[in-house]
């Protein structure tokens, strides 16, 4: 029997779908449920435990066969997709995105002279987290904390607080 794609042999799945991989443990190999995957040509047969490179803080991590399961199965991600992160740089990138999307709810709101002081205050926090988490932050949002951070000061100052 011809075994297009790995369909029987995890170790003859397509190199590309590891593009990047410092390892394969063939071990770890979990069947996959190509019906619910999302692809064009090519399903994932099989998921193994690959190791990367972290592209945010250079670590080795390894995107695991039951997380590929997760990925392609549950959220239903493209195939050809893969984890570039490790978990913490996951986990810190959705922290910042979450800041810098509460950051554009919350502006317009924290600069009108009738916000509330502690309003402020949350803001200017997370334009410096942003900014600590190694965000490239437009010029408008630096403006928009000096601004803010005025604001707080003359606030302080003058006891309305």
């Not at 090519?42 to 995107?63: G, K």
Request: overall charge neutral; glycine content about 4%.
């Amino acid at each position: 029997m011809f075994d297009s794609f790995g369909e029987l042999d995890p170790r003859k799945m397509p190199s590309h779908l590891f593009s990047g991989a410092l390892h394969l443990d063939y071990s770890t190999a979990i069947e996959a449920d190509i019906s619910k995957q999302a692809y064009s040509v090519c399903p994932r047969h099989w998921y193994i435990d690959a190791a990367f490179r972290c592209a945010r803080c250079d670590n080795t991590f390894v995107f695991s066969a039951e997380e590929q399961r997760f990925w392609y199965e549950e959220l239903g991600f493209y195939i050809d997709s893969q984890a570039k992160h490790c978990g913490n740089c996951r986990l810190e990138l959705r922290q910042l995105k979450s800041l810098r999307q509460e950051y554009d709810r919350e502006i317009a709101a924290a600069l009108a002279s009738d916000a509330g002081l502690e309003q402020k205050k949350r803001v200017m926090a997370a334009v410096d987290a942003l900014d600590r988490g190694g965000v490239k932050l437009p010029e408008k949002i630096q403006e928009n904390r000096r601004i803010l951070a005025r604001q707080v000061e003359r606030i302080e100052r003058s006891g309305a607080a």
